[in-house]
């Protein structure tokens, strides 16, 4: 596990490269899936959600689309404290987790439909698709035994 730590001038540091790093590069730790604490430096508390919630924070603020709209947020705070708090965690993990699995699958399915998801492939099928349906309408398509008009006599 890569451990960061944050230091009172409110750098984060990496541990395992040995240089400072900024929230970007660990939204980027997130994305590609790789797992991580951290830490302050003093007290070796982890601070993992603390940024979390940072990272979210600014994604919302710098409108890349809001994904907790207003009343997600207030329905949120409602719940602490509340004596189902714990099995809403629960709750919206697994189903975060759910839906997660299942835009795979879907994903899946798509390369595979549409051959490993290569625009060239794509539109070669279409192209050809296209081709066979005009030659089966058109009665002088390419397969048409029809000798070729002559012109017309003056």
């Known amino acids: 596990m890569r451990i960061l730590r944050k230091y009172t001038n ?4 990496d541990t395992s490269r040995s240089c400072y790093v900024t929230l970007e590069d660990v ?3 997130v994305l590609s899936g790789e797992t991580f604490q ?4 003093k007290t070796g508390q982890d601070l993992t959600r603390n940024i979390l919630l940072q990272i979210i924070a600014e994604q919302e603020a710098e409108g890349h689309g809001t994904l907790l709209t207003n009343q997600v947020l207030q329905q949120l705070i409602r719940f602490y404290g509340d004596p189902m708090q714990g099995m809403m965690s629960q ?6 987790s759910a839906f997660l699995d299942h835009q795979d699958r879907i994903r899946d399915q798509m390369k595979t439909m549409m051959g490993a998801a290569n625009p060239l492939t794509m539109m070669t099928r279409m192209a ?3 081709m066979a349906m005009w030659n089966m309408f058109n009665p002088a398509g390419p397969d048409a035994e029809e000798e070729p008009r002559k012109p017309a006599e003056e």
């Open 10 to 13: 409110r750098r984060l540091y």
């Open 128 to 130: 050809d698709q296209n």
């Open 38 to 41: 951290v830490q302050d430096s």
């Open 27 to 29: 939204k980027e730790l």
């Open 91 to 96: 709750y919206l993990e697994q189903s975060i």
